[in-house]
């Protein structure tokens, strides 16, 4: 049975997209790859906002999250925390031998500006960890004002998880000060899996030099060297690449501007929808995620009926909460390629599918 992911990643990928995987290999060394490598260059530099080189690496954004602590962490590594994704990269960092501080607030609040500029005066660390958009549990902090914090530690180095978040609304790295940028393919990109997208700066790139145990797979010296004649270190997952530059295509399309108002309507649309018929919003008030909603289950419905329901009458899926918050909130990607008519389908089915699912027993 075939049914549309509303989950936030992986998301539905549109038939362009599948149709540009499908096409003959070609050698990763040859001119024909440092020609399509090149080629998606420009455009990727446009979407980070950067004039620093943007690697593509073959896999999920957790390589590369994991990869950027190998690389620039020499001291200690402050760990922004306020959901599933950016508790589990302070548990990374450990696993990676790497000293580690946690900030942390309960899931679905924001990083607090003047709480990162105390913890980081203390002066204890060489680099940070910071989730833009917590997919976890939707809630989006503000990234200008916490980059603002940062800029005033110019020994921090600043890895930034914009995974769920990028191409959805504008992240200006160089004028930010990102030091890595991070992507993945599944999320807004509305690629399939597999891809991950970074961008170092140069002080993260002189700061690599001088860190010891990078390990290889993710050393951003050798993504660097390689970057450098059009190429990556080992053999990348080219059909994910050629989906890659149909969807910058796409994004050239529609227009980068287009891109991000579209999803800031649709995500409203279904806050909309999910506020008249009684339901709160996970996140503090003013930090909702752009690209998908999470919201309470204070309506004390049965989300996995209702996600029943949706599959097999609606050929659609929603999230029924992640990992703590399962069956307490639920979540609703906008993410990628979804237009009004889509959402409009999808909150019709909402509406009809809510109908006929049932309420859990009170103090369930
Ligand atoms: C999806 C996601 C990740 C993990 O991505 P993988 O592709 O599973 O490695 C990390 N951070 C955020 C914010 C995400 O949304």
Known sequence: MSYKLFIPGPIAVSEKTLQAMAQPMIGHRSTDFVALYQSIQPQLQALFYTKDPVYISTSSAWGVMEGSLRNVVQKKVLCCMNGAFSDKWLDVAQRCGKPAGALKVEWGQPIDPGALRRELATGQYDALTLIHNET??????????LMAVIREFPDVISIIDTISSFSALPIKKDELGIDVMITGSQKALALPPGLSLFSPSKRALDRAASTKDRGYYFDFLEFQKNHENGMTPST???PLIYALKSKLEDINAEGVETRYARHARLNQAVRDWAKAKGFTLFPKEGFGSVTLNCFNN????????LNKILKSKHHLVIDGGYGKLKGKAFR???M????????AGLIKALDSALAETPKLAAGA
Do not use: K
Not at 136 to 145: E, K
Not at 298 to 305: H, K, R
Not at 336 to 343: L, M, P, S, V
């Open 332 to 334: 609703i990607s906008n």
């Open 298 to 305: 204070n309506l004390g419905y049965d989300l996995s009926a």
């Open 236 to 238: 990348p997952v080219i």
């Open 136 to 145: 976890s549990c939707g809630c989006m902090s503000d990234l200008p004002a």
């Open 336 to 343: 990628g390629d979804e237009t009004d008519a889509t959402i």
